[in-house]
């Protein structure tokens, strides 16, 4: 019996290997694997992936207490970034209009406006943030 293609389709990029140690890191990794998936740099939806994932990088070392795991892989025409840390807490934007200028605060709700979509899933030792964005 001959198997078509589709019976084997080549898997999705995805990112392996040790946990990334800086945002800078983690940005540079999902940069590689969208290049490898064939898009191009300058595309928007390159830019909103890497502002992602530099959010939720960010916020897992500022706030969850350091980055535990990284993932993320192409499946179909989206992204995929989950990104774990050690708190449990789900994030939170900053409440209400402070006056003057405000510092911090815009990560949280920036992934959700750039994110198709954003899960928290909660485990014993902390939480895990997935957002699927599309690429197309």
Known sequence: MTRSREDHPEPAPAVSGPVPTTVAAA????????ERSGLAPDRRAVMDALMVTSELVTNAIRHGGGLTSFHAYVRGDALLVSVGDHSPEHPVSAAGHVPGIRIGGYGWPLVQSLADRVT???HGDGKRITADLTLR
């Open 120 to 122: 928290v899933t909660p």
């Open 27 to 34: 940005r540079e990794t999902v940069a590689a694997l969208l």
